[in-house]
Nanobody, 120 residues
Framework: VQLQASGGGLVQAGDSLRLSCAAS??????YGWFRQAPGKEREFVAD????????RYADSVKGRFTISRDNAENTVYLQMNSLKPEDTAVYYC????????????????WGQGTQVTVSS
């Protein structure tokens, strides 16, 4: 079972990037993106349920980031627009294996990070 994140890079403020996370080995009930900036704790960015496609976003990215999924490809995306220097971080994709509704936010599979750097 593997989550493979890609798409990070160095961009300027105001630019866009699209991150991808390809899951292999099994399907998951939810997928999420988290990020960790230097010297800070990892924080939630966005997530999406596989079945209904319901989404949640951190307040800091609402209106700028869009999470989506392609169930046929078992891939989740994070479209990031109007990037700001404070979006600079290592971005991680994660997934929930449980189908229990009460555990829908318990991320138990994690991919490697992809670096996003936004210059001012």
């Amino acid at each position: 079972v593997q989550l493979q994140a890609s798409g990070g890079g160095l961009v300027q403020a105001g630019d866009s990037l699209r991150l991808s996370c390809a899951a292999s080995g099994r399907t998951f009930s939810s997928y999420g993106w988290f990020r960790q900036a230097p010297g800070k704790e990892r924080e939630f960015v966005a997530d999406i349920s596989r079945s209904l496609g319901s989404t949640r976003y951190a307040d800091s990215v609402k209106g700028r980031f869009t999470i989506s999924r392609d169930n046929a490809e078992n891939t989740v995306y994070l479209q990031m627009n109007s990037l700001k220097p404070e979006d600079t971080a290592v971005y991680y994709c994660a997934a929930v294996s449980s189908t229990n509704f009460d555990r829908r936010y318990e991320y138990d599979y994690w991919g490697q990070g992809t670096q996003v750097t936004v210059s001012s």
